[in-house]
């Protein structure tokens, strides 16, 4: 069995891979780095897989926590991760868009699967789930609600800042104008979009162009963002999961070559 | 001859602590300070007046005074330099030259007066069109104003003696670079990222002929070492490349810098003196006939295609673009070199990097993530 482990910002997700390079296990858990929430989430993942600790032959580690788990054979980033991940589910892309917890990245991928380019946002929220996570507080609902809340959108509220704090500001305002939390919600949803449009031009993005990370689960954010990339974005299978799947066929493929 | 790892560990301790070597060079010359803000600063003629020249490109400290000069947007290198001249960290300093090179060292050229009163400040403008032959005596009318200035300051009189004799010692350091960065580039795990920058680095916090022997000593005893092999090599560019921190998870990514174009070190360095004319002509000649340098006016824009060269002299892996938050003119130019580096089918890792960087793990993921795909 290969493990791949992706500790993100905000969730910990686990893959689990068999011999046949078939995926056994899956399991997500909605505590970041620095919690026990990776523990939490090894055992789910153990369980469903039917497996022990002692049935790992290889783990590879991701994600913004990667640098602090000692339990892997290696560790790599989430940027080649998600791209391993995507090819894994055969997804025909040349540019991959995945937004996190805490980061937004836009990787080019080239001819042969590689990643050959990308870009990552700066160390501020904008772009990022932590951004909608602070849009969903102020228009007092659940993360999970913002998608069936802004498709409800019956006008446009243009949220100008790229800044999450100054953000927040203009959504209380436009609240306080009367705008209602539906077109709030798209117009926070749009603004996330721009801000990944700036830099999908900047790696020189094309399509086909997949979606990774959690917030690919906001149906929503994938219409805006297809609007504003003018071309269809595309979820890939279990996006939350790309890292950590990407991360097992990493140890799966290690793993591998070392024994030749 | 000593032993090159005791060298390099005494220029790259001079390096990590400048306010300690400055002091320690002030009391073993017996010679007063002088700052000398970025970029192409006449410090031959700083010499020449008899002073130790301190290179003045920022630090390590926390922006609280200098708000009230400049705005948030502006270049923290020359943030930091305001801040320190506030703060009291270059009170030893008996005046500063401030070149106009770029729209905040033009403001900060005024600020000066105004936050640090007690420092006296020499401006000097070049010209934009730097390769008539106006442009090289507008220069040399511009070093001789600084010559008086300094003059004015130190209340001793610089001679023509003087100033061909400080500048002979430049160029012999000049020279010595320029063959320490290409040594250099054959032993990148003796002489890795950081241990390279802070080597160059030391320059500007020591008296330039001991340094100059320094490195000879040096560049003499890799020679003599096998040539080594770094896992990858990239060619940097930029205004400098630090905070340090990165150079280190370059090391430990295994990525080793084999050619720069770093405002702190190669651009300083590479352009060789014209073979006639005086000290203050040659100087001027050196602006004049600079390539590829982001903040000297080149409507060609050189820049991009000697990157390529170096990248494919050293058969480099990469190329890093370090990006000082927020300098205008290294900004302007990124389009264009990425668009060169794209077309020449060459990687290319931007880094935003500042100097009071705190936490590191994105800039890491973005190296670790370059390194994966070289």
Redesign the interface.
Same mark, same amino acid.
């Given at each position: 069995m290969f493990v791949g482990i992706d500790i993100g910002s905000s969730s910990s997700k686990v893959a689990i891979l068999n011999e046949n390079k078939e995926l056994v296990g899956l399991a997500v858990e909605n505590l970041g780095t620095g919690t026990n929430g990776i523990q939490i989430v090894l055992d789910k993942a153990f369980t469903q897989a039917g497996v022990t600790p002692e049935d790992i032959k290889y783990t590879v580690v991701t994600g913004y926590g990667r640098m602090t788990y000692e339990g892997a054979d290696t560790q790599i980033t989430e940027i080649s991760c998600h791209a391993k991940g995507t090819a894994f589910f055969n997804c025909d892309a040349k540019t991959i868009i995945d937004i996190g917890g805490q980061d937004a990245k836009v990787i080019k991928i080239d001819a042969a699967g590689n990643v050959s380019n990308f870009n990552m946002n700066e160390k501020c929220a904008a772009g990022t789930g932590r951004f909608l996570e602070v849009m969903a507080r102020v228009l007092d609902c659940k993360l999970g609600d913002l998608s069936d809340l802004a498709k409800a959108s019956k006008k446009d509220v243009s949220i100008s800042s790229v800044c999450t704090v100054f953000a927040e500001s203009e959504v209380i305002s436009c609240l306080s104008a009367g705008e209602s939390i539906s077109d709030v919600a798209k117009g926070a949803h749009r603004a996330v979009a721009r801000r990944v449009a700036g830099m999908y031009n900047r790696v020189s993005g094309e399509p086909p162009v997949v979606m990774t990370g959690g917030v690919a689960l906001n149906a929503d954010m994938i219409t805006c963002l297809s609007d504003e990339l003018k071309t269809t974005v595309t979820p890939v299978s279990h996006p939350q999961l790309a890292g950590a799947v990407g991360a097992a066929v990493f140890a799966y493929e290690k793993y591998h070559k070392a024994k030749k | 001859m000593a032993d090159y790892k005791a060298l390099i560990a005494q220029l790259t301790a001079v390096a990590a602590t400048p306010g300690k070597s400055v002091a320690a060079v002030i009391k073993e010359t017996g010679k007063e300070a002088f700052g000398c803000f970025p970029l192409h600063t006449p410090e031959e003629l700083v010499y020449a007046a008899g002073y130790i020249p301190v290179g003045m490109w920022g630090g390590r400290t926390e922006i609280k005074l200098a708000d009230k000069y400049l705005q948030g947007f502006c270049c923290t290198i020359i943030k930091a330099n305001i801040e320190m001249g506030l703060n009291g960290t270059y009170k030893d300093l008996k005046g500063v030259i401030i070149p106009c090179i770029c729209d905040t060292l033009k403001c900060v050229s005024e600020d000066w007066i105004y936050a640090c009163p007690q420092i006296p400040v020499i401006p000097i403008a070049y010209p934009m069109q730097r390769k008539i032959d106006g442009a090289i005596e507008y220069m040399v009318e511009e070093f001789r104003h600084v010559q008086a200035k300094l003059e004015e300051i130190s209340g001793r009189k610089i001679t023509d003696e003087q100033i061909e004799a400080a500048f002979a010692i430049y160029e012999d350091y000049r020279q010595a670079m320029r063959e320490f960065v290409e040594v250099a580039a054959d032993y990148p795990l003796t002489i890795d990222a950081k241990t390279r920058h802070l080597i160059i680095k030391a320059a500007y916090f020591m008296d330039k002929a001991k340094y100059t022997a320094i490195v000879k000593d040096i560049i003499a005893e890799l020679k003599q070492l096998p040539k080594e092999e770094a896992k990858i090599k990239v060619v940097v560019s930029g205004l400098v490349s630090e905070p340090v921190e990165v150079l280190d998870i370059l090391t430990e990514n295994g990525i080793a810098i084999v050619a720069d174009d770093l405002s702190q070190a190669s651009r300083k360095f590479r352009t060789p003196a014209r073979a006639e004319g005086t000290a203050l002509e040659k100087m001027a000649g050196i602006i004049a006939d600079q390539k590829g340098d982001t903040f000297l006016y080149e409507p060609e824009k050189y820049k991009g295609s000697m990157l390529i060269d170096q990248y494919k002299a050293k058969k480099a892996d990469g190329i890093i673009y370090f990006q000082m938050k927020f300098c205008d003119p290294e900004e302007f130019d990124f389009p264009i070199v990425k668009k060169e580096m &794209?077309e020449a089918g060459i990687?290319?890792l931007?880094l &935003?990097v500042d100097q009071q960087i705190d +936490?590191f %793990? $994105?800039l /890491?993921? /973005?190296i $670790? +993530?370059f390194a %994966?795909?070289l």
């Open positions: - | &794209e990687p290319l931007y &935003e +936490s %793990e $994105q /890491r993921t /973005r $670790q +993530s %994966e795909i």
